[in-house]
C-alpha cells in the first residue's frame, strides 16, 4: 500500500481528527466477533479501502475507483470522520480550489491500532499493527506448555504487558492465529500439536486484554491477508476469481478463495497433514509418508540429522542450522531439502488441478527461508500438473506471514463494516 508524499517537507499537515477516547475495562466479558475474512462491499468498507491504499486520496478519485456516486463517498467520507476513521488534509488541497470535496482524506492511523497474536507450535507472535495494515512492532515469545488455561493466561499477560508499551495508541481489537480446529463464533479451539481441546483462546486473550477479540485458523488467516493487506498488482483483482493459498512451515496447510471471500466451512478448515507423499517417513499417526511428517520442519530437522549433516545433531538444532549446512556444501543437506521442495511442489500441483483456481499463492518459511528450493518447488509444480499453466507466485509477506495473519484478524471486522465495528469498540 502506498500514501502520497507531500509536495513540501515545510508545509506541516493539517489534520481534522476526534479527540482520542480513553481506554476503558468492561465490566462484561469482552465479544467475541467472528472474523470477516472477506472484501467487504458496503459504501463504507469501499470507501475505507480506498483510503487505506491510496490516501491522501480526494472524493472524486474515490468515487472512481469504487464506482460510487460522488455524493454517496461524500456521506462515507463524513461518516468516517466522524467515527474517527478518516481525517481530511487541507494542506493537500488543489490550490484555488473551493469546497470540501477537494480536501483529500486518509485513514486517521496514528490514535489507535489493533493487536495480532499468532499462536504456533513453537513460538508465539504479538504485533501491534496499524488501521492501514502496516506493523507497528512485535515480539515472540516461546509458546507456553502445560495446562492449556495456564498457557492462555500467559499469552493474554504477555499480549497485554506489549500493549502497554504504546501509551499514545488506543487498542481498538485482538485478533488471534493458530493451527488446529476454531470455533470462530465461541472462540473455543482444539488444538492436537499443543494438547489443547476445547481452550477458550477468545474468552482468554479478549478478556485479558479488555477488548474484543476475533480468532481464525491460521492458514485461512494467512490467505485473509492477500486479500485485505498485500499491495495491489496491476490487473490482479482479488476480489474477484478464486486462489489457492498453501502454507508450510512446522505444519501445513491449504486455503481457498472465492470472489474476495476466504472459504470458511462450517466444521473447520480441512487438513492435508496426512496426504500421502510416497515417502518413508514415519507420522505419528501410524502411517507413512505423511505430508507435514516429511515436509514439516522438525521432521526435516531430524531427516538432516539421521543423515549425518554437520551441526545436526543436537535435539534443540533449528531448521536454519539445515539451510546453512546445505549452503556451506553440505551435500546431504542440499540433497535433503532438494526433495522436500520437489513434494512441496507435487503437492501443490496436485492441489492446483483439484481445485483448479486462478492463481496460487505459496507462503510460510519453507519457501521464504529458503530461496534455493523454490525453482525446484516451480519445476515439479510444471511437471506433476495436468493443467495449463497458472499465476503462482510467493507471499510479499516474506517470514512476518504470520503476523500478517494475525494482524488481518484484528481488523476483519473493521475492514468489513468499518462504522459499526468502531461503536462497538467505542462501548467497550
Known amino acids: 500500500m502506498s500514501t502520497s508524499t507531500l509536495p513540501s517537507a515545510a508545509r506541516s499537515p493539517q489534520f481534522v481528527r476526534r479527540p482520542v477516547r480513553p481506554v476503558r475495562r468492561p465490566a462484561a466479558p469482552a465479544p467475541i466477533v467472528r472474523p470477516d475474512l472477506w472484501v467487504g462491499d458496503s459504501p463504507a468498507a469501499a470507501v475505507f479501502r480506498v483510503a487505506r491504499a491510496r490516501g491522501p486520496v480526494s472524493r472524486d478519485a474515490a ?5 460510487l456516486s460522488t455524493a454517496t463517498v461524500n456521506r462515507q467520507v463524513a461518516a468516517l470522520i466522524d467515527a474517527g476513521l478518516l481525517r481530511e488534509r487541507a ?9 470540501r470535496p477537494r480536501v483529500p482524506f486518509e485513514v486517521d492511523h496514528e490514535p489507535y491500532l489493533t493487536v495480532g497474536v499468532h499462536i504456533g507450535a513453537v513460538v508465539t507472535g504479538i504485533v501491534a499493527i496499524d488501521l492501514r495494515g502496516r506493523i507497528l512492532g512485535g515480539v515472540e515469545v516461546p509458546t507456553p506448555t502445560g495446562p492449556q488455561d495456564l498457557a492462555l493466561a500467559r499469552i493474554a499477560n504477555s499480549a497485554r504487558a506489549f500493549v502497554g508499551r504504546w501509551h499514545r495508541r488506543r487498542p481498538l481489537w485482538v485478533g488471534v492465529a493458530l493451527g488446529g480446529r476454531v470455533d470462530p463464533v465461541t472462540g473455543l479451539v482444539d488444538h492436537p500439536r499443543l494438547g489443547w481441546s476445547g481452550a477458550p483462546v477468545g474468552p482468554a486473550i479478549g478478556g485479558g486484554l479488555g477488548l474484543p477479540v476475533s480468532v481464525a485458523p491460521h492458514v485461512e488467516a494467512m490467505a485473509a491477508s492477500e486479500l485485505l493487506l498485500a499491495p495491489h498488482r496491476p490487473g490482479d483483482d482479488a476480489a474477484v476469481g478464486t486462489g489457492l493459498y498453501f502454507y508450510a512451515r ?30 518413508s517417513t514415519p507420522c505419528p499417526c501410524g502411517a507413512r509418508g505423511c505430508l507435514e ?11 538432516a540429522a539421521d543423515a549425518g549433516v554437520p551441526g545436526i545433531a543436537a535435539a534443540d538444532a533449528s531448521i536454519g542450522a539445515v ?9 546431504a543437506a542440499q540433497e535433503l531439502l532438494v526433495e522436500r521442495a520437489r513434494i512441496l511442489g507435487r503437492t501443490v500441483a496436485m492441489l492446483r488441478d483439484l481445485f483448479n483456481p486462478d492463481r496460487v499463492i505459496l507462503g510460510g518459511q519453507a519457501f521464504t527461508e529458503h530461496p534455493a528450493g523454490v525453482p525446484h518447488v516451480a519445476e515439479a509444480f510444471a511437471r506433476t500438473s495436468t493443467l495449463s499453466r ?39
Request: charged share 15%; no cysteine; aromatic share 4%.
Open 390 to 428: 497458472t499465476d503462482i507466485r510467493i507471499t510479499g509477506f516474506g517470514n512476518r506471514v504470520q503476523e500478517f495473519a494475525a494482524g488481518v484478524v484484528s481488523l476483519s471486522s473493521l475492514y468489513a463494516d468499518p462504522l459499526t465495528s468502531i461503536r462497538r469498540t467505542n462501548h467497550q
Open 250 to 279: 512446522e505444519t501445513v496447510g491449504v486455503a481457498v478463495t472465492i470472489d474476495g471471500r476466504v472459504h470458511t466451512p462450517t466444521n473447520g478448515p480441512g487438513s492435508i497433514a496426512h496426504l500421502p507423499t510416497g515417502s
Open 91 to 99: 494542506d493537500l488541497a488543489i490550490s484555488g480550489a473551493v469546497g
Open 293 to 303: 511428517a516429511t515436509v514439516g520442519d522438525r521432521a526435516t530437522i531430524t531427516a
Open 63 to 67: 468515487a472512481r475507483a469504487t464506482g
Open 323 to 331: 539451510y546453512r549446512a546445505a549452503a556451506s556444501g553440505s551435500r
